[in-house]
Every structure is written in structure tokens, then in C-alpha cells.
């Protein structure tokens, strides 16, 4: 079960890539990239762990993994974060949500709704938790230079 689910966000994420325009040789990042996202995800999901702080810390991985991407093939993070951070969008429950809102079931339509917002939110600040971290350590790592 867990390869499968390698293999798919590996697909999701490069797939992306390559809608994103990504240049050829950064697609293979893309996808381990948001391969690893989802495996955090995933593990930490059937460890017991709810789904928003998981999703936090996969959003955090993805974006250390893109700086690390970033710096070793000289591209823009932004490639590695958008394509690493498909595999965690929660599409699923979103498209679950609006058939329940025009089926009138507005209880579990609300329901959904939050908790698409509060995994969005989880995202976002997963991704700039690690850019904060990053941007501490760099002017640490400045300060401590000769």
C-alpha cells in the first residue's frame, strides 16, 4: 500500500510540474519532493495523528526539501513548492463539500468546508513556518561568519 501511494504522489507532483512549466530536469525533484510530503503525511496520519498537524508537518518538509532543491539545481523554490505541495491539497474533501452543499445537505456540506479551510490553513503555515526558520538560520549563520 505505501509504494502505491509513492508512486501516485510522485505522478501528482511531477505531473504538475510539468503543467507548472517546470524546466525537464527539475521533474524528478518535483515529484520526490512531494513524494516525501505525502509519505510524512501518510505516515503520520496512520500513526494516529489528526489530520491538520499533519499536514503542517508535511508542508514543512516539502518546503525545506525545495530549499534544499532549490540551492543544489540553482532554481526558484517556487517550482519545488508548488509542484511538492499538490499531494496535500485536500481536493477530495473540497469536491465532497460542494456536492453536498447542492445536494442541500448544508450540515455536512459546513462540516467539509472547515476542514478543507483549516488543511489550506495547515498548508500555509507549514510553508512559512519553514521559510521563517530558514530566514533565522541564515542570518544566524551570517551573524556567526568571520
Given at each position: 500500500?505505501?509504494?502505491?501511494?509513492?508512486?501516485?504522489?510522485?505522478?501528482?507532483?511531477?505531473?504538475?510540474?510539468?503543467?507548472?512549466?517546470?524546466?525537464?530536469?527539475?521533474?524528478?525533484?518535483?515529484?520526490?519532493?512531494?513524494?516525501?510530503?505525502?509519505?510524512l503525511y501518510y505516515i503520520l496520519?496512520?500513526?494516529?495523528?489528526?489530520?491538520?498537524?499533519?499536514?503542517?508537518?508535511?508542508?514543512?518538509?516539502?518546503?525545506?526539501?525545495?530549499?534544499?532543491c532549490a540551492k543544489l539545481y540553482?532554481t526558484p523554490i517556487i517550482i519545488?513548492?508548488?509542484?511538492?505541495?499538490?499531494?496535500?491539497?485536500?481536493?477530495?474533501?473540497?469536491?465532497?463539500?460542494?456536492?453536498?452543499?447542492?445536494?442541500?445537505?448544508?450540515?455536512?456540506?459546513?462540516?467539509?468546508?472547515?476542514?478543507?479551510?483549516?488543511?489550506?490553513?495547515?498548508?500555509?503555515?507549514?510553508?512559512?513556518?519553514?521559510?521563517?526558520?530558514?530566514?533565522?538560520?541564515?542570518?544566524?549563520?551570517?551573524?556567526?561568519?568571520?
Amino acid at each position: 500500500m505505501i509504494l502505491a501511494q509513492c508512486i501516485t504522489s510522485f505522478i501528482a507532483a511531477a505531473g504538475f510540474g510539468i503543467l507548472f512549466n517546470a524546466p525537464r530536469n527539475a521533474l524528478i525533484q518535483c515529484g520526490l519532493v512531494g513524494m516525501f510530503g505525502w509519505l510524512l503525511y501518510y505516515i503520520l496520519v496512520a500513526e494516529g495523528i489528526d489530520v491538520v498537524p499533519a499536514t503542517v508537518f508535511a508542508a514543512m518538509l516539502v518546503a525545506v526539501l525545495s530549499h534544499i532543491c532549490a540551492k543544489l539545481y540553482r532554481t526558484p523554490i517556487i517550482i519545488f513548492n508548488v509542484s511538492g505541495i499538490i499531494p496535500l491539497v485536500p481536493g477530495g474533501i473540497a469536491y465532497d463539500a460542494m456536492r453536498n452543499f447542492v445536494e442541500n445537505d448544508y450540515f455536512h456540506a459546513v462540516q467539509l468546508s472547515a476542514k478543507v479551510m483549516l488543511l489550506a490553513g495547515a498548508i500555509a503555515i507549514g510553508l512559512m513556518f519553514s521559510e521563517v526558520v530558514n530566514q533565522l538560520f541564515r542570518k544566524s549563520w551570517d551573524w556567526l561568519k568571520p
